[in-house]
């Protein structure tokens, strides 16, 4: 078990930076996501903690000692790249005890402890099939079998759950979500999937072209994300944005919108300029007497709830609401925003106007 401590990681390949001064500290025992598109840097960042890739500039510390320049052999450190890459020549035994035997440890205690393992995970009768025949569940559990076995000081797993199909993938996400409450190691954890980071990670690092967006847990992410990028990424469908020309002075609780006023949180630092005004779909209400209107340009029927497309003064913007609200193509309808759950963006740099300092006294009640 260890806390891992990133501090300002670079790594260039050749005249490209694949990772920009990346800093972020992942705690004893969490389940950690690096989450961002295809590209953006996540599994070279991985590759460096693990030892596999050195960095080009900054450090690494697991434990509070310094790793960054040392092999992946020194780092104790267990990756996990494709749940499905066993020796297909061995059986489930013999693919779990190999790291043990590889270290020479005697056979009475490998066998001890692959007994060990096999019952965390379940796998107790299937030890001496082959992996040829096993189910791709099993097949899933062995690989992790071997990587536990060692008890390593961190797991770090590359996409392992990419090549499944949705339902599966489910299913072994929380098996594995389950596995690790009971087993408590720091594990860092892949996805290009934001639903994924959101539903198994503790914290989330979301990256972007080499950078670090935002940092934090998952509900601070989707409530309050620090940039364009995280808000547009984060949440399905995701946030819509409302360009406007604007002033907001320290302390303001409204802005105008094609000159209706709109109310937002009151901690916001001073900007003017062009802004986005941000907001969930969820957290617009449709009704008959706001002045503020939309024309309904689609709906798509979701069982519980519908997502209902509409253009507005400002521009397009979906909204979440009960699939029971009787709603049509072509309706003009008012739209009301929860003013508490608003969000403000810099539309030059991107960046939200709540400060990190704001969002930890902002009024949630
Ligand atoms: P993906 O999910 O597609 O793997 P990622 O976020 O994990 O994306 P990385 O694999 O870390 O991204 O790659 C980041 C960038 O660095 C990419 O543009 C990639 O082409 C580049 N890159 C990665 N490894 C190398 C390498 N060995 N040599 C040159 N460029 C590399």
């Not at 697991?62 to 040392?70: A, F, L, N, R, T």
């Not at 489930?92 to 001890?112: D, E, F, H, T, W």
């Not at 105008?256 to 937002?264: A, K, P, R, W």
């Not at 709906?299 to 253009?311: D, F, K, N, S, W």
Request: include cysteine.
């Amino acid at each position: 078990m260890a806390q891992i401590i990133i501090k300002n990681l670079r790594k260039d390949f050749g005249d490209f930076t694949a990772v920009k001064a990346s800093s972020f500290t992942i705690e004893d025992g969490e389940f950690f996501m690096l989450l961002g598109p295809s590209g953006c840097g996540k599994t070279t960042t991985l590759r460096m903690i693990a030892g596999l890739e050195l960095p080009t500039a900054g450090e690494i510390y697991i434990d509070g000692e310094e790793v960054s320049q040392k092999r992946a052999s020194e780092r104790d450190i267990a990756f996990v790249f494709q749940m499905f890459a066993l020796y297909p020549h061995l059986n489930v035994r013999q693919n779990i005890s190999y790291p043990l035997k590889s270290q020479g440890m005697p056979k009475a205690q490998i066998k001890a402890k692959v007994a060990e393992v096999a019952q965390i995970l379940g796998i107790e009768d299937i030890l001496n099939k082959p992996v040829g025949g096993l189910s791709g569940g099993d097949r899933q559990r062995v690989a992790l079998g071997r990587a536990i076995v060692r008890e390593p000081k961190a797991f770090m797993m590359d996409e392992p759950l990419g090549a499944l199909d949705a339902e599966f993938r489910e299913h072994m996400s929380e098996e594995l979500r389950a596995l690790h409450d009971r087993m408590g190691a720091t594990t860092v954890y892949v996805t290009h999937d934001q639903l994924e980071a959101m539903q198994m990670g503790d914290k989330i690092v979301v990256m972007n072209h080499g950078s670090v967006e935002q940092f934090g847990v998952p509900q601070e992410i989707y409530d309050w994300p620090a940039t364009l990028f995280v808000a547009d990424f984060i949440g399905s469908p995701p946030m819509n944005f409302l360009d406007f020309q604007g002033e907001v002075a320290k302390g303001d609780t409204t802005v105008s919108l094609n000159g209706h006023t709109f109310e937002v949180p009151k901690q916001l630092q001073e900007a003017s300029g062009d802004l986005v005004f941000g907001i969930r779909p969820e957290h617009i209400t449709l009704n008959t007497i706001s002045r503020y209107k939309g024309e309904v340009l689609a709906t798509e029927y979701l069982g519980t709830t519908q997502i209902v497309t509409l253009r507005c003064a400002n521009g397009m913007l979906k909204a979440r609401i009960s699939a029971h609200d009787d709603i049509h193509v072509g309706d003009q309808v008012g739209l009301v925003f929860n003013a508490r759950t608003v969000t403000l963006f810099d539309k030059k740099s991107g960046a939200a106007l709540l400060s990190d300092a704001n969002k930890g006294v902002l009024d949630h009640g």
